[in-house]
């Protein structure tokens, strides 16, 4: 394939900060091609020519910086810190991580702002991005209800246990009683959570299998009456207009018309009666199965509320326990909310500040609340 882009002419007067910033687009580019031909390993059909076509466009890129650069380019650029520890976590945690940090690495493009770039080059980028989230559609959606039940397992974990810890501490509880109730808020909470996990899911699949339309209900159709029109009615209560459901209606009479023992006429028949169970099904996916949702919940919260136990595991106490703990799960909190952000295609930072936020939040309040009932107690 020929380079799309017209081969540039570096400018006479080159600064070093055009330099760094041109291999610096190199060494991203290389990196973005490499992830896109590694993927496509991965992948088949399709996916597999979409993944190594993105590869190609990122190669173009490669060699529109290779020749502004010239000999420039040596030695190879390596990638910013960032890139290569998002490149990481994504090769850690799986296919989904990749194509998120994809998806962030090309709605983070600077080409728009970036004289050196062609406006080519920039539209390359932004639709690169709506193309890997188009790839990642269908993986979010078969993730969504197990990642719901582990962010907020892990989140509740988290928050709920320090937020114990803290308060029963800042009562002046003795360390290992501290320890206790912490270990007791661990099981406690992790079962509640998967107990409740369990219920939501179960009820939230019963309400999606009640609107599913009954797999049997087109074999009424031929003995209806085509005058009365009864089937109309079925049309318009899924939101069809009046005469939007009656030209559905008189479709599906005409394929019940065909011979006896039509196959294709009952395939369609069917088809048309059940318009609505696609949808259905997908959303079931996309809720998850109650076992794996119970199961994230309660390995994830008690992952989350063991964090602020470590200082009293090592038998700390008083504030120095407090803080470390604090410390422990303010990281943590960040780090969770960075993937939630990376895995939703966003910024991760302002979901990491709003985690820790949150958490900090809830812990301080308890913690005042324990020193008032400390000091009355006192």
Not at 91 to 105: D, N, S, V, W
Not at 154 to 166: E, M, P, Y
Not at 180 to 203: D, F, I, P
Request: glycine letters at 8%; aromatic letters at 6%; hydrophobic letters at 45%.
């Amino acid at each position: 394939m020929t380079n799309a882009y017209p081969t540039p002419q570096p400018p006479k007067n080159v600064s070093k900060a055009q330099i760094k910033r041109w291999r610096r687009h190199l060494a991203d580019e290389r990196m973005e091609a490499r992830t896109y031909r590694s993927l496509a390993e991965r992948r088949t059909g399709s996916e597999r020519e979409v993944l190594l076509k993105l590869a190609e466009a990122e190669r173009r890129h490669e060699e529109y910086w290779l020749s502004l650069l010239g000999d420039k380019a040596l030695p190879a650029p390596r990638p910013r810190l960032r890139t290569r520890l998002g490149a990481w976590l994504a090769h850690m945690f799986g296919t989904i991580f990749i194509l998120a940090m994809a998806q962030r690495a090309e709605q983070r493009t600077t080409y728009d702002a970036d004289d050196d770039a062609t406006a080519q080059m920039a539209a390359d980028e932004h639709i690169h991005g709506e193309v890997i989230r188009g790839l990642t559609a269908r993986s979010r959606e078969t993730l969504a209800g197990t990642f719901r039940a582990a962010v907020f397992g892990a989140n509740d974990g988290l928050v709920s246990n320090l937020a114990l810890v803290l308060g029963v501490a800042a009562t002046g509880m003795e360390p290992h009683l501290v320890l206790a109730t912490g270990l007791a808020g661990l099981l406690a909470g992790a079962l509640s959570m998967a107990a409740g996990e369990w219920v939501s899911v179960t009820s939230q699949r019963e309400l999606l299998d009640a609107s599913i339309p009954d797999p049997e209900a087109h074999q009424a159709v031929p003995d209806l009456d085509v005058d009365a029109n009864e089937l109309e009615l079925v049309f318009r209560a899924r939101g069809e207009s009046p005469e939007e459901a009656r030209a559905h209606a008189i479709k599906v009479f005409t394929q019940v018309a065909r011979p006896a023992g039509s196959e294709s006429g009952v395939i369609a028949v069917r088809a048309a009666l059940e318009g609505g169970l696609p949808a259905h099904a997908g959303a079931t996916e996309q809720v998850g199965t109650p076992w794996q949702a119970a199961a994230s919940s309660f390995f994830f919260f008690a992952i989350g509320a063991f964090f602020p136990l470590i200082p009293y595991l090592f038998a700390l106490s008083g504030l120095t326990a407090i803080a470390i703990a604090a410390a422990i799960v303010g990281v943590t909190l960040l780090c969770t909310g960075g993937v939630v952000g990376i895995l939703s295609g966003q910024s991760p930072a302002p979901r990491a500040i709003r985690q820790l936020a949150i958490g900090y939040g809830a812990a301080i309040i308890t913690y005042l609340l324990g020193l008032a009932f400390g000091t009355a107690i006192a």
